[in-house]
């Protein structure tokens, strides 16, 4: 990996060593320990040739850096251009990446890269129009942790691409007192008051499933609250209740055609968890063109 694709993928608030380490595992998962038999069997060594990526519907771009580095990792003396950037909205037919070098560096790096670029684009993608949804309301999108294990953070990033927000990135950096907390604490004031106490500088979220749950972590001092389940008319008597006492976040059984009703209730989030776990992937092919 060069130093310019280290400090962009720096400068998009990801782990260049991570990073590092998932492009090899796919490589290396590619191969399988073998070789390419149909690239070796059908191209000639030493075949040069330029593979353009290119977008082959209308969204969202995002992992370009990370697919730069798929390409650097096979043969760091390809010829890589990104003519694309990460929360780019791109048109079909657009090249993202154009690559020039040996054949067969380009053809071992295609498919995982195009795997990575087009699971990302599909995630800010679909934010993007949960975002575009929501507009003028006032209240942001947010993911989740059902993310894809070992993807967490480039999934998240694509959806800071696609202009959503993160949620917390792991169980240590935020507080979220669900109903199994509850129930072991025995009741949703306890719950928030014990984690408070044992963490006073870290975040604390509680999730709600009645209004009158809700009036109860008002009264303890919770200042971020998740309405679990709620329907809009509900949405609407909480915010009502809280009177900007707390960040009010809705989730569960949210779609995109509900998504500006609930929004225009006035709550401060949405929690969508398919942002990360049910995204379509955006189309993106590769076009090989041999040098004269």
Same mark, same amino acid.
């Given at each position: 990996?060069?130093? @310019?694709?280290?400090?962009?993928?720096?400068?998009?608030?990801?782990?260049?060593?991570?990073?590092?380490?998932?492009?090899?595992?796919?490589?290396?998962?590619?191969?399988?320990?073998?070789?390419?038999?149909?690239?070796?069997?059908?191209?000639?060594?030493?075949?040069?040739?330029?593979?353009?990526?290119?977008?082959?519907?209308?969204?969202?771009?995002?992992?370009?850096?990370?697919?730069?580095?798929?390409?650097?990792?096979?043969?760091?003396?390809?010829?890589?251009?990104?003519?694309?950037?990460?929360?780019?909205?791109?048109?079909?037919?657009? =090249?993202?990446?154009?690559?020039?070098?040996?054949?067969?560096?380009?053809?071992?790096?295609?498919?995982?890269?195009?795997?990575?670029?087009?699971?990302?684009?599909?995630?800010?993608?679909?934010?993007?129009?949960?975002?575009?949804?929501?507009?003028?309301?006032?209240?942001?999108?947010?993911?989740?942790?059902?993310?894809?294990?070992?993807?967490?953070?480039?999934?998240?990033?694509? =959806?800071?691409?696609?202009?959503?927000?993160?949620?917390?990135?792991?169980?240590?950096?935020?507080?979220?007192?669900?109903?199994?907390?509850?129930?072991?604490?025995?009741?949703?004031?306890?719950?928030?008051?014990?984690?408070?106490?044992?963490?006073? @500088? =870290?975040? =604390?979220?509680?999730?709600?499933?009645?209004?009158?749950?809700?009036?109860?972590?008002?009264?303890?001092?919770?200042?971020?609250?998740?309405?679990?389940?709620?329907?809009?008319?509900?949405?609407?008597?909480?915010?009502?209740?809280?009177?900007?006492?707390?960040?009010?976040?809705?989730?569960?059984?949210?779609?995109?055609?509900?998504?500006?009703?609930?929004?225009?209730?006035?709550?401060?989030?949405?929690?969508?968890?398919?942002?990360?776990?049910?995204?379509?992937?955006?189309?993106?092919?590769?076009?090989?063109?041999?040098?004269?």
């Amino acid at each position: 990996m060069i130093d @310019s694709t280290v400090a962009a993928l720096i400068e998009a608030g990801l782990d260049p060593a991570d990073v590092n380490r998932l492009v090899a595992i796919a490589l290396a998962e590619d191969l399988a320990g073998g070789a390419d038999v149909t690239t070796v069997a059908t191209v000639p060594m030493g075949q040069r040739a330029t593979l353009d990526l290119v977008a082959r519907q209308t969204g969202t771009a995002a992992g370009i850096p990370v697919a730069v580095a798929v390409f650097e990792c096979v043969n760091p003396a390809l010829q890589v251009k990104a003519l694309a950037c990460d929360g780019d909205r791109v048109e079909c037919g657009v =090249v993202l990446i154009s690559i020039t070098g040996p054949t067969h560096d380009l053809l071992r790096a295609e498919r995982p890269a195009l795997n990575l670029l087009g699971h990302l684009g599909g995630i800010a993608t679909l934010t993007a129009a949960w975002v575009a949804a929501i507009s003028g309301t006032g209240a942001a999108v947010r993911d989740t942790r059902k993310t894809t294990p070992g993807m967490r953070a480039l999934e998240k990033y694509a =959806v800071r691409c696609g202009g959503g927000q993160n949620h917390r990135m792991s169980l240590s950096d935020a507080a979220l007192v669900k109903d199994n907390h509850v129930l072991a604490a025995g009741g949703v004031a306890q719950a928030f008051a014990a984690v408070r106490a044992r963490f006073p @500088s =870290v975040p =604390v979220e509680v999730e709600v499933d009645s209004l009158a749950q809700l009036d109860e972590v008002l009264a303890a001092g919770a200042d971020l609250v998740l309405l679990d389940n709620f329907d809009v008319e509900q949405l609407r008597a909480a915010v009502q209740r809280t009177k900007g006492r707390a960040k009010l976040e809705a989730s569960g059984g949210l779609s995109l055609g509900v998504a500006a009703a609930v929004a225009a209730t006035g709550v401060d989030y949405l929690a969508v968890g398919a942002l990360t776990h049910s995204a379509p992937v955006l189309d993106i092919g590769a076009d090989l063109r041999q040098e004269n």
